[in-house]
């Protein structure tokens, strides 16, 4: 167990810093994200371009930027590892949104946290938790799914292990897949209620509140144009039909026979028959009674 004291505490090795920034509407940045871009030595961003304009239109000063994605993590991850390692401070950005959820940045934590050195979050825009809280879907529990599979087979069988979760389920997609995906969702879920949320925070921002089937019906309508975010209802724990129970094959008598084999007593047997299938004692008793009248 490692202890980390994120403020306050002296180290000779730099801190790796996660920092939020915005996922459309550029007020969003925080003070304090801003501060810490201004601090830092260096900016791993996931597009140093998109990175550069932020900190032109923020009027924070010129400093070294390092890209860092999907396509180069595993020869900059080492290199921005060691100069963490030198004492400099990093701070780590995506395009949009919060790092290390659904983009690469989540190795580079990793590999920081193995070596011992400090990884600091400085919260900001999300674009999942953004779209559950105005979605009108319970938001307590959710799971969030990133992006499904491209495949329909592939994004099925993904979105089956969840069919019976009563969490909401969130997910992003692109907008030449969203209509598949929709599809994809009527399938294996069922026509439940969701929120479609479209380009967040931006000046386009647009939600589609309603069932799988209508919001199918709108984009066969409205082209997807832009970035989207989906929160699925849950599983309605009412709709679902009960397991069998384990006795339910059973006759009566080898209900109690059943109990007979593990060591109870007659008697006993014949009570906990009773309690399992909601009897009265003399009803099952009245059976097995029967049964053994007509073996005879």
């Not at 980390?4 to 509407?25: C, D, N």
């Not at 969003?28 to 990175?51: G, K, N």
């Amino acid at each position: 167990m490692r202890v980390q004291r994120s403020f306050g505490a002296e180290s000779e090795e730099g801190a790796l810093y996660i920092v939020g920034t915005p996922i459309g509407h550029l007020q969003d940045l925080s003070p304090r994200a801003r501060e810490i871009l201004e601090q830092v030595d260096v900016i791993a961003a996931e597009d140093t371009r998109h990175t550069r304009k932020l900190l032109t239109r923020f009027d924070i000063a010129k400093k070294p930027l390092i890209s860092y994605h999907e396509h180069n993590r595993k020869t900059r991850g080492p290199q921005l590892i060691e100069r963490l390692l030198a004492g400099e401070s990093v701070a780590l950005v995506s395009d949009a949104g919060m790092p290390a959820i659904a983009d690469p940045g989540e190795d580079l934590v990793r590999e920081a946290l193995e070596r011992g050195l400090h990884v600091i979050p400085v919260p900001g825009p999300n674009a999942a938790i953004t779209a559950l809280v105005a979605s009108g879907i319970p938001p307590v529990p959710f799971v969030f799914l990133g992006f499904l599979p491209r495949h329909p087979k592939e994004r099925e069988e993904a979105l089956s292990r969840w069919k019976e979760a009563e969490a909401a389920l969130v997910c992003y997609e692109a907008p030449h897949r969203v209509i598949s995906t929709l599809e994809s969702v009527y399938r294996v879920l069922g026509d439940r209620r969701i929120a479609v949320a479209r380009e967040l925070t931006k000046t386009h921002e647009e939600w589609l509140r309603g069932t799988v089937g209508e919001a199918l019906a709108h984009l066969a309508e409205h082209p997807p144009r832009g970035e989207y975010t989906l929160v699925i209802a849950g599983a309605d724990p009412s709709a679902r039909k009960p397991e069998a129970a384990w006795w339910s094959s059973l006759t009566v008598e080898e209900h109690v026979e059943w109990y007979l084999r593990r060591g109870q007593s007659r008697k006993e047997a014949i009570r906990s028959a009773a309690r399992d299938r909601s009897l009265p004692k003399r009803e099952v008793y009245r059976i097995v009674h029967l049964e053994n009248k007509e073996e005879q």
